[in-house]
């Protein structure tokens, strides 16, 4: 049984761009050793899901357990990068594992791309109404 | 004010200035155009849009934790 989309709204990024400064940000709950909040930036562009450093400490990961580098590409080519794999909650969908390539930086969102959330979830994009609707894969 | 406010007053217009109209308002349609992408800004684009070797590497994590 195919899962409804839910909807979720454009958010402000760059307030001084206006409705050009707004992206699609997914509300999401991920689970290492504890539980964090955050939003990651919808982004079918990217080829991996990216998450900063800062957000895997508050999940209570350690870097030098994490032993499987990956290598980036675009702005992030210099920046190391290790793989983590996580349980995610996105809205009132059932529970997800989602593999991240953590980045040794805080200068990036986290990064929803396509290995592995766009294998895992259809999206559609409404940028004129300001919303993008999510559902699990059929 | 709405479209439908403005119109009446636009059809009342003589030839000439509903030419002159049409120009103006294509002028502001690409001033508010070009006006998207200021120069001398950072616009950072994070996409790593080309990692195949990480995706590779994510989907084997993927794939032992299966096994697992």
New interface residues.
């Given amino acids: 049984m195919t899962s409804p989309a839910q909807s979720f709204p454009y958010v402000p990024r760059d307030p001084s761009?206006e409705n050009?400064g707004l992206a699609p940000m997914l509300p999401l709950t991920l689970t290492g050793d504890r539980s964090v909040a955050t939003s990651g930036?919808v982004?079918s562009?990217?080829?991996?899901?990216?998450l900063p450093y800062a957000v895997e400490v508050q999940l209570g990961l350690d870097w030098d357990q994490q032993t499987?580098s990956?290598?980036?590409?675009?702005?992030?080519a210099s920046v190391e990068?290790r793989?983590?794999?996580l349980s995610a909650v996105v809205g009132s969908f059932p529970p997800v594992?989602l593999?991240?390539?953590w980045a040794r930086t805080d200068?990036?969102?986290v990064?929803l791309?396509?290995?592995?959330f766009f294998l895992g979830f259809d999206v559609c994009f409404f940028r004129s109404r300001g919303l993008f609707e999510v559902r699990p894969k059929s | 004010m709405s479209l439908a406010e403005v119109l009446p007053e636009v059809q009342s217009l003589s030839r000439l200035d509903k030419i002159r109209l049409i120009q103006i308002v294509a002028q502001e349609l690409e001033r508010e155009e070009s006006e998207l992408i200021e120069p001398n800004r950072s616009y950072p684009v994070w996409s790593p849009d080309r990692a195949f070797t990480a995706a590779g590497s994510l989907l084997e994590a993927l794939e032992d934790e299966k096994g697992r």
Avoid: H, K, M
């Fill in positions: 761009l050009a930036l982004d562009g990217a080829t991996v899901n990216i499987r990956v290598e980036l590409s675009g702005n992030l990068a793989v983590v794999v594992r593999a991240f390539a200068a990036v969102p990064i791309g396509q290995v592995n």
